[in-house]
């Protein structure tokens, strides 16, 4: 197994992880020197025919696209790319608590896309309003995974799983003000959840989400 | 208003405060010294012909009793009271998450009834579950006022607000365990809650949102 | 009671709300991008005839304006609003402990308002001049509810409850610095308050603090 | 779907779960108080010929025995249950970073196996000595979900998910001490883990842990 | 100035600390091991012909008292102590906010008077009836400090402050729960305060308090 | 004592406290919007001669110059101020732990100058380096007060208080990095201080220390 | 390098790590089940001849004892060992701030003597009472590692890193009450230190500080 | 050793330093007044021949440079100095968890340079790809020291003390997002490490640990 990757110095390039992992490294653009980014997108594209990165700014996107100009950037979900055609399988639902939560929510529904699932958005349909959540269970069940995705008291996450068979992951969001603590409000609701089948990842971090949706989308159409 | 009071030289005894704020003083039992407890017990029953004391200890209401015979004790809420009968007028609803919040809840409703407030106990309707708490919509539009009361993720109080016109009392309590923190989670739940109408008191404090419920039931009844 | 909204896709309108709350839904601008805003206030609008809106920026009222031109802004408050003339009725009381808190209470003073309640404003009566606050107290007992809004240690909350007999909404700012924590010294404060009759909101949330109010008010008043 | 559930006054037993869910309530013991547990296990075995509870003292078992004396409790998991026999299928392994997660680890494999799946063990293969886990890497590979639980800084959870194709539960525990803040170090590390394809549940939650694991091997092997 | 000190292995006691700061060393009593505490006091009283000690149990008391008959007991204050007589000039004016908080108070005012001050006792003046405060105007007014001692929100100190010309130490207390955090809301509130010639002490510091207080109240009578 | 202030609407300006406390009202810029800063500049001047502002930015001094010429910023201190000549009496020494707390020190040294008291400057006698305090021993000496102003590990504090007999207070200052979580890591070692006689204000609150240190310098020499 | 571990179930003893790192497995005793312990001390005794558990009780000691006569237990640094005698070589200087601190200090000396170093011992020479610390300045210099441990505000590391040439290890200790934290504001002070050459290990990690002194101890001897 | 310092009024500079520490004064240039900066790199130039500052912003280095022109800046470290040529002894490794952590790398390889160590780098082994550390065995076990940096959940400090006989001095960077909390979550992950051999310093300190890493090596090589 030993060394399995590319030293570029600034960057050991680990091209053994799509063998081990089943998904070729991703780039988490954020604060990534301007020297080092169009570098490790090429690398990675030449090693698997596509490329992802995610938390890429405007700014980024052009530095990379000099090199690499086939590369494609969303402004919503900030996901920089190079994708190739494939069939997107099985169904993950992915629920906002409001519509401020969507920007973490492209972020994880074009993962799981460019991973090769199919995506269904659910979105604002927070708990103050929780008809509108109830309204969609057909959809609801439909699903292999479910991703909740709410900021302030993040309550989505638990009314979700009290209504599905299949995990829920839960992403809280920076969403909120005063004593949401940036999300850590939502994170601490959606790690104490009452209702069973929530597991949480980082605040934001709708790639993350996405990245386990597809793993258990697969698993389950597999 | 200088001087409405009674000094014990420990205690000074806030006499004034039935005639300033419409509730005589409420004895917090919880670490008060043995050799106070008796004469404050006596000293505002005699003032206000009842008395009300909150978080007491068997051992305490044995002692107050030998001062006090007529002295009452409800090992639920830890209640400790000489009670005038009164009627219990108006309308105010108590939901609890689970049967672990009962203590609190007890400790808010015979607060209220203690008041002058009627109560309606709606126990264990925790999101989980969700229809358990829509199946008593009508009990909750009938209230002046409804108290939330949830451990854990404390989402319940969220849920609630979302589907009445009266204010809504949240009441975190340390139910749970890990990053619950003792109640602090289902707390920041509370207060982030993305519904209207919520406002929240301390951390198992069921007296606080029971005296509030009765001052927003009796300014609905009169 | 399903369906009963309406579905922008990134938004769904819960045009059922003032059926089920009392009150349609206000929209909460902060972070609310470009694209949706102007949709939803106008929407909101065509169903009631009237929308509020909170935490709104310059940039956001003018691109409302473009298409809602009888829209209102107001830079202290930072209240977005169309409203229809109506009597305005009861009593709330607005106090706050400095001059820097005076922007959260507009926000409260002008929500109430909005929603049919009379407001009386009571600024910059913090502790450590008691005096202010005492001077004030006829206008506190002629209130149904107040509002107590302070920063910093946020005292202002406990002594006002010790004077009256109504519900104090205490809310605490994001005024101060250091171990303010912007605004959890506050809170924390507000919450342990040894006074009783207090609950609490989230920090500066001077609109939630508005809505209950009312809620209050109207409950005392019919 | 309303009233789908048993009603007790102190509890409303939701029947409907095992509907909705999948599966049928399980009773979380701690501090449920005793004159509510027995009555609370009868009903859910008499529902489903089965019952789970999680968190139970020896105590409790007891208590409950005089009811139902097939109940049957084991001191390390501190699992109370009557369980149909049935079979195990797929796998789930379940790794502990030292012996004294053990107590956790087998609260998450008994509460898998009791809803059907075959589990795996492979304990004490903390990353102080990493050639331990390392060499358990077939057994890793044959895992449908891998649920890693460690204590202290919790990093078996990052350096597990980097070896395999599937989900990685982390199970912060409350091992460790000072800084460790019973779990929250443990937390953290494992919600900001620079690996792909974990997600958290609460310290010390065992029980969470076992049945998204169940809900995700179910899934990859119908 | 070097090895002004008394080796006793386990100790150095500061026999210096009398010519360098005015007061000799005063023990810690709290988890000093036993075989140590008799030698420590002893030591001391032989040097100084007194010995202040705090925070001591009566197991303590009884252990040090076989070698130092003459030592006295305080179960209230928990102070162990030799004292000479002593005249106690100038005047300190200490304040509680509830009858809970008298622990602490009779630690700083036995401190105060073992170092030589006059001490006036004015407890249970907390916020909740600011009329019980505001009536001890005048002694407050005789005072070269003034200590404020709550615990829950803390308020007590601002009021004092607004009130006063000389300094106020701010002692917060334990007493509380929830989100009291043990003293922290009342730190937070007392640090962040808004009125002048406020510092404050750590949590049931009582003998800090009362040492400043007595520097204080030396340095204004002499 | 009711009604001894000001009304200006926005402001209630507190003319009895100079009355009541000693000193008048000292105006805290920060954040004051700039529609009041110079009334309320104006009319604390025209009430006492003098008046001093803390936190003041060199935008707020243009603007309060345009109505009160004679007013003087001072850059590093951030004070804005018209100031009586006046005798400077009694002795305060102020050390600093580095060169970046300066700023801290000479809000500290300049308020308490304002306020009648000679001040001794002696800065950049951090702990790393413990010789530079002790060489200054003669200088503490002949201070009635020390204030210690120190960021990170704020350790200075402990040290300066083992060498004098005089009431120190700590001011903890924001400067660091990482854990020092702008100031807490100082709070809190000050306020733990295992030395006798430190008090502690907030962090950065140069203001706070200077106006008690001139507190007990007055006390000292009157 | 795998497999070189012995599996005994429950644990995989890492027998390969004395090869790998120097230092045969140490056992962490704390909340060990009964049931496992004497195995592991046997077992690691029978590689190496001699094994080393820190946070025994005397209940362990005993129940190991059992099966290990030759174990001994030191009931101030809780060590339980069977120890190879061995020449201690080098010089590593242990200071505390206080007499408090010395059970953790002992942990952290017989660590080091286990693994061959010299430990010179400087008890109770805390910053309060500085020339205490300054006369052991020979002590001090003829380390090759020192290791400040340190309750209430751990400024004994950063005075002690200012004298001397060597790294310094810092050990906050629990000790202390109210906001110390149980040492976290020890742990926060030592990390911000503003003195060259100090590193820091967990709160009462005495063990790991005599660890890493040694190895310091041997680099520098060898 | 009194009065061994260099007083600029704003500054003591501590001369003494390199005699008793064995390192002359390093500037902290972050924060340092403009007015200040040129005069003490001077100064300490002028006494020794080279000088090191770190966090210097490009602006301060083109002050200095005005009256210091041989001064060089380096971008990626924020290293300002003057530097005598030296041989580099002995072996320090520098590991990394991935390429964002390379700022902090570098001031700490940089500072172990300027202080005369040898370097080796070896940069992005995190453990999401455990076998790019792996694979760097042979280099691992030539160094006297180890420096692990690494953000996010930190693990890498873990790992590699499991696999070295040598101090590691684990750096937590601020790398990350969400429940980081800029640092915190790795720098608890460090401190509270299973493996043996670490001790940490504060959050992206590269300096700190390139500081303790020579001083080890030095102590190595002599």
Sequence with gaps: MKNAYEDLGFAKLDHDR??????AEVVFCQNKPNAYLPQIFM???KQNGEVLGTRATQEQ?????????????DAVSRILKVEQPKERIGNIAICTGGTADISVAEEAAQTA???GSYVERIYDVGVAGIHRLLSQKEKLEKANCVIAIAGMEGALASVVAGLVKVPV???????????????L??????????????????????????????????????
């Design 18 to 23: 799509k063998q081990r992992t089943g998904v």
């Design 43 to 45: 690398s990675i594209y």
């Design 113 to 115: 896309e460019f991973l």
């Design 185 to 222: 409000a939502a994170l601490l609701s959606m790690i104490n959840s009452c209702a069973n089948g929530i597991s949480v990842v980082n605040i934001d971090n709708g790639y993350g989400a996405g990245y386990i949706a597809n793993q258990i989308n697969q698993l389950a159409v597999k």
């Design 61 to 73: 996107y052009e530095m990379v696209k000099e090199k690499l100009p086939q590369i494609q950037y």
């Design 169 to 183: 992951i839960g992403v809280p969001t920076s969403v909120g003000y005063g004593a949401s603590f940036e999300g």
